[in-house]
């Protein structure tokens, strides 16, 4: 898939998500009202929906269409927003600048953030749990596996190792097995849940074992470009503030292989994510094109 065809595919699953999230969201009117306005704002404030994207790159991979998978990338989207969310809290990351604008806890205060964060995490279950377009089957299914990529064996325990590991020397092991928890896991489980969408439980077990070892390679890959986006990128463009994990002595891939060895790592993970879909066809074109957006992107 060329460039302009993937910036197609992004865009287009953007405006899928952007309208599903900001259809079934509460409403800002809708009591209690200062709640539901964070979390629209915590949700609706901009965001590459890169996850969002390959559940649906996924999904038209196993033969299905973007459509299929909606409701599956929004709930996974929410988790995403969650966790944002809380990891921008003064007892976190203590971030005052996420995509462009100030954090929600800045924007309304700490108690109405975690709050919110709470509310759009449940509300993703809710909406897998109750999608009537799937089996029963399937949608306990896609709660399961989003639920363990999002706890502590996932995204959660990822952040906990994180924040343990400020000013501490992590070996290249260590830090991957932190980013495997704390990006990798939810990446892996839109792959995951891409293909149930269209497959269901148990369905194209040899392409979801190829799937799962491309969504782990884009998923280290996303963390070790987001490594050098803190060192290069500009504020203005990713969206927050550049130098903020050298500011704070957090271990990243630079900072243990240096910035040649983190691109030399960058280009092996790319690889990697080819490898796994050769044998995949056309359809697969979004995810080839999605792993070359990732190791590429300025934002």
Known sequence: MHQASTDDFLATCATLTDECLARRLPGE?????????????????GGKRIRPAL????????????????????AVELVHAYSLIHD???????????????????????????LAGDALQALAFEWLATEPALTADTRLAMVRRLALASGSAGMVGGQAIDLGAVGQKLSVEQ????????????????????????????GGQQQQEQLASYARAIGLA???????????????????PQG????????????????DGARDY?????????????????????????????????Y
């Not at 690889?271 to 094109?289: T, Y």
């Open 29 to 45: 009117t809708t009591e209690p009202t200062r709640l539901h306005a964070a979390m629209r704002y915590s949700v609706l404030g």
């Open 222 to 240: 996303f963390q070790v470009q987001d490594d050098l986006l803190d060192i290069e990128g500009d504020t203005s463009v990713i969206g927050k």
């Open 88 to 114: 921008d809290l003064p007892a976190m990351d203590d971030d005052e600048l996420r995509r462009g604008r100030p954090t929600t806890h800045i924007q309304y205060d700490e108690a109405t953030a975690i």
């Open 244 to 259: 903020s994990d050298q500011a704070r002595r957090k271990p990243t891939y630079p900072a243990l292989m240096g910035v």
């Open 175 to 202: 830090l991957e097995q932190m980013h495997r928890r704390k990006t990798g896991a939810l990446i892996e489980a839109s792959v995951h849940l891409g293909v149930l969408s269209v497959l269901g439980e148990g």
């Open 266 to 298: 960058l280009a092996t993970l790319l690889l990697q994510c080819q490898q796994s879909l050769a044998d995949f066809g056309p359809q697969a074109g979004a995810l080839r094109g999605m792993a070359e957006f990732v190791v590429s992107r300025r």
């Open 55 to 74: 559940v649906m790159a996924t999904a038209t991979a196993v033969g299905g269409q973007p459509e299929q998978a909606l409701v599956a990338a929004c």
